[in-house]
């Protein structure tokens, strides 16, 4: 009776010490991801920041330097998902000669951002935040760039010119992209 009691004992500390370690981890998610988007016009990201954070393993105990790098390796398996994406719709075929064409630059933009997204985690694991965050910018244009292509990008037009005006079918690869690149680098600037 006394050894259940003992064992009842410690089960309940273990489990409150688990309790307050998942709460301080995700408190340090959270304050990260709020001082982060907390400047400029970005502050609608904070719940994407948490959640995507939050659900990466190895957050749970990470300071914001730790998050910060979590944020880039999700930005680079993000950015290498998006690139298999464009490839299976490139396989799949049905497209009309402006969708292809399109396609093609979206693949021709992932590749290009993916060897940056090299150099980016290369310059924040030497502390180089200036190089760091030219290059994720470079690696953010992709998205945005494929966006444009099929006319929903922030320059596009939607069927002017020579846009397209059907839907991307990459917006939310995109779209995705655009706010892991854009939270990775605001993390990089806080610290």
Request: hydrophobic share 45%.
């Amino acid at each position: 009776m006394a050894a259940r009691l003992v064992f009842s004992l410690l089960l309940a500390v273990a489990c409150s010490h688990a309790a307050l370690a998942a709460a301080a981890s995700s408190s340090a998610v959270e304050d990260t991801c709020a001082k982060a988007t907390a400047s400029g016009s970005r502050k609608d990201l904070a719940p994407f920041c948490v959640s995507t954070l939050q659900a990466a393993p190895g957050s749970a105990g990470a300071d914001a330097r730790g998050l910060a790098v979590i944020a880039t390796n999700l930005t680079l398996a993000n950015y290498t998902a998006a690139y298999a994406t464009i490839k299976a719709l490139q396989r799949r075929g049905g497209w009309s000669e402006r969708e292809r064409a399109a396609l093609a630059t979206c693949r021709q933009l992932y590749i290009e951002a993916l060897n940056v997204v090299h150099s980016a985690i290369h310059a924040l694991n030497t502390g180089q935040t200036q190089a760091y965050v030219a290059d994720m910018g470079v690696v953010r244009r992709a998205a945005t760039g494929c966006e444009d292509a099929f006319g929903f990008g922030g320059g596009g037009g939607g069927g002017v010119g020579n846009q397209l005006a059907t839907e991307s079918p990459l917006h939310k690869v995109d779209d995705d992209a655009i706010n892991l690149t854009t939270v990775a680098t605001l993390i990089v600037l806080i610290l």
